[in-house]
């Protein structure tokens, strides 16, 4: 049974958590929680890059002797991308096996389901990392993010836009939670940067809607010839988009915020129709040892899946995991969720090897780094 607020921190204050709450007793190993979209058409890329680069940071911390002397288990669960799912899952989750913290979850109208569902208020688990930067979830009481707000990583992009010439913009963008803040996002990014959004189109993902809405978004694009089509979308519906808009205009340049996979894009597209298109990143360069953290994270990517290519998302799982392994270890030698939040709460400017994590006390947002990429001409992506 959850706990609700004014009863758990009650028995916290009265130092009784580990003994009249069952949901935060020792044990010998720690346990945290995913749940993420591991399956579907939905970009299940995604959370399965999340859920790879976690392991590949718990099983290197446990290799090593755990956190003060305990072992880490992650439990991952699988939303499929829906968001009824990932409320339901996270409270089965936390009665279940008693989580002294969540992290890499995935999805704007996820996060936002958690949030109205105040289960992390509730119980008093806090979550680390969410992959969305969606201005909506920013600063929720519970919620500590460890990647670059929509705002600003679409901000930067058309910013650079901007610089290589390009201020006449398409937008295509999902007409859900997500795509929305996406677009609110662009428009705002390009008033402030002196270029002018010309053409928009939404496509509907309901199943039986989406690929004659994805059809009319290409006809409308297509025919408006803006300069460049910045893409608010994910998984399958951008496989849709892109083969279709290059064979309507191998000419266009398209470009999509970090939520996508670029080597995603080149398996499902094919390198013709991939090669070209700019991606921004919120994390650094993955495939290369460029910084101590991309040396560190491919180290443990290959300990614990040798045939495992490195990406982003794995990469950010990665900075999820190292951020709460962190936490732990600074909340003592028993850590609950009360302590692990008290560490977050209290986290300092850390650099990761170079990425800094520092969290604004009003978003809860640690992070700030942009970049951008592209996919080269032999399928290799580019800085």
Do not use: W
């Amino acid at each position: 049974m959850l706990l609700n607020r004014r009863n758990f921190q009650a028995a916290a204050l009265a130092g009784l958590a580990s003994a009249s709450c069952p949901t935060f007793a020792q044990t010998k190993e720690v346990v945290i929680g995913q749940v993420a979209s591991l399956s579907g058409a939905n970009g299940a890329d995604l959370g399965q890059g999340l859920q790879l680069g976690i392991r590949a940071h718990l099983e290197a911390v446990n290799a090593r002797g755990g956190v003060n002397t305990r072992k880490i288990k992650l439990v991952s669960l699988d939303d499929e991308y829906l968001p009824e799912r990932t409320v339901q899952l996270t409270k089965e989750l936390i009665d279940t096996h008693k989580p002294v913290a969540l992290l890499g979850y995935r999805g704007t109208a996820n996060t936002l389901a958690l949030m109205k569902s105040k289960v992390l208020e509730d119980t008093g688990v806090p979550l680390i990392g969410t992959l969305s930067g969606a201005a909506e979830i920013q600063g929720a009481p519970m919620i500590f993010h460890v990647r670059t707000s929509y705002p600003q990583e679409i901000s930067q992009l058309v910013l650079q836009l901007s610089r290589l010439g390009m201020t006449r913009l398409g937008l295509f963008y999902v007409d859900d939670a997500f795509g929305k803040s996406g677009r609110e996002a662009v428009l705002n990014a390009a008033k402030s940067s002196g270029s002018q959004v010309t053409v928009e189109a939404a496509y509907d993902k309901a199943a039986d809607k989406v690929e004659v809405s994805i059809q009319a978004a290409v006809e409308k694009l297509v025919a408006a010839k803006p300069q460049a089509v910045v893409m608010v979308a994910v998984g399958e519906p951008v496989y849709s988009f892109v083969k279709q808009a290059k064979a309507k205009s191998n000419a266009i340049r398209l470009f999509s915020i970090s939520v996508v996979n670029p080597s995603a894009v080149i398996e499902k597209v094919g390198l013709d129709a991939a090669k070209g298109i700019g991606f921004s990143q919120v994390f650094p360069f993955p495939f290369s040892d460029g910084t101590v953290l991309s040396r560190e994270y491919r180290a443990a990517l290959k300990k614990v899946d040798a045939k495992a290519q490195p990406n982003y998302f794995s990469l950010e799982g990665y900075v999820y995991a190292k951020v709460l392994v962190d936490a732990i270890r600074r909340s003592g030698s028993n850590p609950t969720a009360v302590s692990v939040k008290a560490a977050l709460d209290a986290y300092p400017s850390t650099d990761l090897g170079g990425f800094i994590v520092n969290f604004n006390p009003q978003t809860k947002n640690g992070a700030s780094f942009s970049d951008l990429t592209i996919i080269s001409s032999t399928g290799k992506l580019m800085k």
